[in-house]
């Protein structure tokens, strides 16, 4: 297993969660990561993406301004700060990892979110 999710459940809307994925060394040390949600019914999207070396990082729109994507080198883990959160951000988490030019090579099996009002 390349890819471990965790710090997902429920929370009522306004409150916050920090999703963590920790990940191989060699996958770690080498790679862009990235965070991605599916809603039931609607398709994967991109929720954020990290850079290895500039560590430039970008954000869907819906979600500027009340997430933060980072990374711990020492801890070989991506995470995902979720702040103010909705009841639209309900969906499955999962960190992607090696960019490739249409998606990434490497998944995470999700960590569930459920923000209710």
């Known amino acids: 297993v390349q890819l471990v999710e965790s710090g997902g459940g429920p929370v009522q809307a306004g409150g916050f969660l920090q999703l963590s994925c920790v990940a191989s060394t060699f996958i770690f040390s080498s790679c862009a990561m990235a965070w991605y949600r599916q809603a039931p019914g609607k398709e994967r999207e991109l929720v954020s993406d990290i850079r290895l070396r500039t560590r430039t990082t970008t954000y869907a729109d819906s979600v500027k301004g009340r997430f933060t994507i980072s990374r711990d080198d020492a801890k070989n883990t991506l995470y995902l700060q979720m702040n103010s959160l909705k009841t639209d951000d309900t969906a499955l988490y999962s960190c992607?990892?090696?960019?490739?030019?249409?998606?990434?090579?490497?998944w995470g099996q999700g960590t569930q979110v459920t923000v209710s009002s």
């Open positions: 992607a990892a090696c960019r490739t030019p249409t998606s990434y090579n490497y």
